[in-house]
Structure formats: C-alpha cells, structure tokens
C-alpha cells in the first residue's frame, strides 16, 4: 500500500500523546475525494468472556470531514461464534441479516490529517458455541451515503482468557550531576487470574529523556528507545514475577524537572492483533537487542491464543524526579525577504533551541512555546502552516479554519518537544502588495497567554523577538526555500516505529499513554 507524505505523517504522529491545541479549537476541514483507509486491528475474544469493544481507525491523504457515514461490518464467516454489536446503547446500528452489522454514524466524522478519524466503537464478543481456535475475517467497509469509501479485513480468533496485573508504581530520583545520570528500576506483573499465562509482553512508554543502558536480546528497540520486552516464562495464578532495568538520563535532560515512564504488560498474541494493522502499511520494524537475554525461558511448542479480559490494570508508573540545574534558550528567528510587487516570498518562521536542555511539554500536553507571527506591512499572507490560526490582539479567532490566508497576525503551536540545537520552524508564504522599504513584520516567541501553554523560564529573553524585515526587490535580503510542506523530520521527532505506536493505535489492552515525540514545525 503506497501512501501520500501527509498520510505518513499520520502514522508518525499516530504513537505520540497530546493533541494540538490548535487544530481541537478550529473548524473542521471542509470533505474532499482524497483517498480514504480504514483499519481495525484483529482481535482475540476469550472464549466464555463478555467480549472486547473495539473501533475502527480511518485515514485520509489530507484533512477531511466525512458526511452520512455509515460502516458495515461482515462477520459472516464467524456466524454463530460470535457477534458484532453497537457499543453505545444509543448507537443506530442495525443488523440486516445474520453476519452483518451497519452502524450510521450521528455525527460527521473528522479525519484529521495527523490524527485520523474515530468512528463509533463495537462490541465483539464470543457467543455459547465459540471454541478455542474459532477464526474467522471480517471484512469493514465504510460508506458516505451509497458511495464505498474504504474496504479492509480484520481477523477475529476466540482464545483463552487470562488477567494481568502490573505492580505498583516506581518513584526514583537522579542526580544528573552525578552517576551521570543513571538510575534502575523494576517492572513487576502478577498473575490475578484462574489460568497459567503462557508468555507476556511489557510494552514501555517512556519520555525522551529516559534511555535504556542494556540491550536484551529478548527486547526491541528503535534507536536508543526501549519498545518492548517479550518473556516467555509462565506465570501461575497467584504468582508474581520482576526484572530489573537499567536507564540513563540523556545529557541534555531539563533540571529540576520531572520525566516519566509507563509500562503495560499484554499477552503475545494480544501484541500480534495490534501489529495487525502496522504491517498493512509496510511498517519500519523494530530492532532487537545484541544482548544476553533477560529472564527468558522457552515457550511450550503448543498452547491456544491467549487475551488478558481485563486490561485496566495492566499499567504502572515509573516517575523520575530529576535534580540538577540545567536549562534551555529559545530565541525567535524571523527572515529578512526582498521581491517585486505582486512576487511571493517564502520565510521559514518559528524559533531555535539553543540548549544546553531539550524542552519535552507532552506529559501536561503543553506547547514548548507560543508563536506569534505579525505579517509584515504592505505584504499577505497566502500561504500559512497548519499549526497557525489567525490572532488579534490577545484573542485567537477560533471562528477561522487553522491555516487560513489574509490575517494580519497569527499565533502558531508548534508542539510539546523542542530539542536541543535544533532550529523548528513553519513556511508561510507572503504576497508583495505594495513596495514598502524596510516593511516589517515580526516573529515573538513566548508570547503571553493566561494558560499553562509556553516556555516561562527561558534563560535570555531579550532574543524572544525576531523581524521580519521585506524590501524590493534589489535592495537587500532573500526569498525562502521551495518546499512549503512541513514533514516530521530529525531523529529526535521522527517516527518512532514500532510496539509502542502501535499500541495506541489498536488499543490492545487499553489506550497506553505513549509519550512518543510529533514536532509538527520542522526540526
């Protein structure tokens, strides 16, 4: 499946916490023909079990308000082992024939571009006659009125149910002054169930600071992330089990401050459904270690499918109080342009971190910074980002679609996550409507809000305001780039490929709150 670069940047967004403020403010995107996917994850009900409520996932090439939907849900080959449901008891869905399910959905549906769009969610369940091992697809097709939008197939298997628990929460604190900064920690699951787990998977979701300092061969990573562990011991009813894991805070990690970490703890097949929909987009697979392995024993060579039937306690805690003092310096970087009347000139705008420590807002969602960009006299904004929305005065106009053209001001949300040393900046793209001399604009950074949005111990605030500064064409100064998209890049904000991302997106034992990095301004 080939996808557009505005798609991929769906998926790259898709394991990352936090919403933008911005685009939760603004109007919908307008309905467009663009390419529409839908996914659902396979899924494993245990047998005897009151079933599993699920959602589907749509994705579209760009922005998209979708109208009269409806979803049709074909369970036919897995007729009277099981059912297919409206979750919500005030749900319109109906069911035309035995196997099959459509849903209307109230409301439009919003498809954002980087976050997708969420439909109403079902309930899969296993009916008396289910069997262990009953398998079967079910084939999810998305209509607006009578015209088919997006097909997909999911798999639906009934297996043994077991119930994990993790242990209790881990309260740690690092010095990054000393021991450069390394620190250890356990996971710990339990067993609360009637029946003998066969194997189980941690699934970490750790902020940016906290890096793993082993590299167990029975666990994945990307890069220098920790995603997952596999431990294929058994665990009776009643019994209890930990490993202990080494970490380091990274040098350029803010102090004082607070990182976190939290690790769920699923079933291996349970991981298999998620990755279900990963591998329909050619996903980047994730590595495992070189290392010796941790507490890892062979599995038996047979078992049935096994799916945890309670998944809200299956999440601990690891909170880092970090000491020290280290900050960071943004400093606002505006651009000095020249072109004839009625020319365009394209400036990149935003700011710098100039270190020593990265800025990671996502565990209280906050922005890094506010950014309020004045459009310089004489001159239109024609083209603006998606993370900004038309300003005046101190008030956003939050009546106006994000990214829309012809305002004199605008403040811009860049995201949670600004590393050290690297420069993030958005593309906006000016008019000449007058040749004006020295016409000026400006680009303030940290910029006032009553909210808890914004950088407010910035270590030199006189380097918060930036000009932008246009002259004719002749007289001085420089177009911008050529390439007005704004694609994650830099390996600090890329895709973060692999368990964890996924895991949010299929909802395998609940929604773990990754804390995965989106900068939506190039960095």
């Known amino acids: 499946m080939k996808l557009s670069p505005s798609t991929r940047r769906w998926l790259a967004g898709l394991g990352v916490a936090g919403a933008f403020v911005a685009a939760s403010a603004a109007p919908a995107a307008a309905e467009s023909t663009a390419k529409l996917y839908v996914l659902l994850p396979d899924t494993t009900v245990a047998v005897g079990s009151a079933g599993v409520v699920k959602g589907p996932l749509l994705l579209a090439e760009e922005a998209t308000t979708l109208r009269d939907v409806s979803i049709r849900y074909d369970y036919r080959a897995l007729s009277g082992k099981v059912t297919v449901t409206g979750d919500d008891p005030g749900n319109d869905c109906s069911a035309p024939e035995t196997g099959v399910l459509v849903c209307q959905e109230p409301f439009p549906v919003t498809v954002d571009e980087w976050f997708g ?5 079902v309930k899969i369940a296993p009916t008396e006659a289910a069997k262990l091992d009953d398998s079967g697809n079910m084939k999810i ?4 009125g009578d015209t088919v939008r997006a097909t997909s197939t999911s798999r639906i298997r ?10 209790p929460s881990t309260d740690v604190t690092v010095d990054i002054t000393k021991n450069f900064g390394n620190f250890s920690a356990p996971v710990t699951v339990s067993n609360v169930g009637g029946t003998t787990v066969k194997s189980v998977v941690a699934l970490f979701a750790q902020d940016w600071a906290i890096t793993p300092a082993d590299r167990w061969s029975n666990c994945y990573y990307e890069e220098d992330i920790l995603l997952a562990c596999q431990f294929d011991e058994e665990i009776a009813p009643g019994e209890t089990r930990s490993a202990t894991f080494n970490y380091s805070l990274r040098p350029d990690t803010y102090a004082p401050g607070r990182v976190f970490g939290q690790t769920e703890f699923i079933t291996p097949d349970d991981l298999d459904d998620a990755l279900s929909i990963f591998e329909k987009f050619d996903g980047k697979a994730a590595k495992r270690g070189t290392g010796a392995k ?5 599995a038996p060579a047979a078992r049935a499918a096994q799916t945890d039937v309670d998944p809200t306690n299956n999440f601990t805690q690891l909170n880092v109080n970090v000491r ?7 400093a606002a970087v505006g651009a000095t342009l020249r072109g004839t009347k009625g020319s365009t000139v394209k400036a990149d705008l935003g700011f710098r971190n100039n270190g020593p420590a990265t800025l990671d807002f996502s565990h209280s969602d906050s922005e890094v910074t506010l950014v309020d960009v004045t459009v310089p006299t004489g001159t239109t904004a024609v083209t603006v980002p998606e993370e900004c929305v038309p300003f005046k005065g101190d008030k956003t106009r939050y009546d106006e679609t994000a990214g829309t053209p012809g305002a004199a001001a605008y403040r811009c949300f860049p ?3 600004a590393p050290a040393g690297e420069l993030l900046t958005g593309r906006f793209t000016f008019r000449i409507d007058k040749a004006v001399p ?12 009553e909210c808890s949005a914004g950088f407010k111990d910035d270590l030199k605030p006189a380097n918060d305001l930036a000009k932008i500064v246009v002259n004719p064409a002749g007289t001085g100064g420089q177009g911008g780039g050529d390439d007005p998209t704004l694609p994650l890049t830099g390996s600090a ?3 973060i490929a692999g368990l964890g991302a996924l895991l949010l997106a299929a909802g395998a034992g609940g929604y773990v709150v990754a804390r995965r990095r989106r900068t939506r301004f190039v960095a």
Do not use: H, M
Request: include cysteine.
């Open 493 to 495: 904000t890329g895709l």
């Open 415 to 417: 995201g949670p996550f």
């Open 141 to 144: 097709t998305v209509l607006t």
């Open 158 to 167: 009934v297996g043994e149910g077991v119930d994990l628990a993790a242990g």
């Open 324 to 330: 020290g003092k280290r900050g960071a310096d943004l």
């Open 438 to 449: 020295n016409a000026e604009g400006s680009v303030r950074i940290n910029a006032k809000c």
């Open 117 to 121: 769009g969420f439909p109403t969610r």
């Open 294 to 298: 941790l507490a890892l024993k062979k």
